[in-house]
């Protein structure tokens, strides 16, 4: 099989500086730039739910993004290349580091990005790039190595997994193996737990609204919105950017699951699912039950 049967060219992505100054023509070509393709992930370990904060490189006008939630099934693979034979002659960018492999995943963030800034580009030239992305458009890009060799056995397995897995069942309103909840208020499309707690920024003019973003409270998260909000209630965002917290009734049954054991509270109102999160230690929380074996049984 081809590798143009396996994926699809997506984009190709050129070394990107900030502008400062004239620089110097690239010399000598390198595989510092990246061409993206579209994947689909036949691996089996592609529905663990991930909640992660993000700081940018300091040099860049990036705010930190607080909150944010992936699942493990890659949509795109960045493979380092070296350009040749273009025409006409690129701007006159520097050349870059050499590239690597990164897989991508589609990533969800509670808060919409839109600045601008300039840059410089072999492609593009230079001026200025304005970047506006809604919440549910992101991507997140992670290192990888390849060369792990795949085989028959493991597309069986791989398939056999597939089908039983939260993508089958989600919007059942049965809580199963896989998922956190299922169609409740506190629960996503993707029945994973919503944002249970808000960073709350106050307006900057008298009389302007405060701001509330609500995230997953992770302690990894809550630090972050304590650094960048300093106010981290419990809630979800509500009118006014107020947080608001809401009861659950009835009351379910929240597990946390250590590996070797688990622990299970009552949750009847939004900010007991925050203040699992928080007790825990862990993120491997969900509606669900302690059972004698010591692991977690979701449900109901």
Known sequence: MSTSSVVRRWIAAVPLLLVAGSPAPATAQQADHLACFRAQDARTQTNVRYTVSLIADPSLPFA???????KSAATSVCVPVAKTSIS??????????????????????????????????????????????????????VPASSGVPTTSSTSTTTTSSTSTTIGARCGNGHVEAGEQCDGQFFCTSECSFAPTACCVVPGTVLGEPATCTGFIPTRTNLLGCLSECGDCPSGMCGSGGACEDHPIDPPV????????????????????????????????????????????????
């Open 253 to 300: 049954s929240i597990c946390c699951d250590f590996g070797t054991d688990c622990t299970e509270m009552t949750a009847s109102a939004v900010h007991d699912i925050a203040a699992a999160y928080v007790n825990c230690l862990v993120e491997t929380i969900g509606m669900g039950t302690c059972g004698p074996d010591h692991r977690c049984h979701p449900g109901p």
């Open 64 to 70: 930190p993004e607080i909150g944010c939630t992936l």
């Open 88 to 141: 006409p002659s690129p701007f006159g960018a520097p050349q870059g580091p050499p590239a690597s492999l990164l897989v991508c995943y589609t990533m969800r963030c509670p808060r919409e990005t839109e600045l601008t800034f300039n840059v410089l580009d072999q492609i593009g030239g230079p001026g200025p790039l304005r970047v506006k992305s809604r919440s549910e458009r992101r991507q997140l890009c």
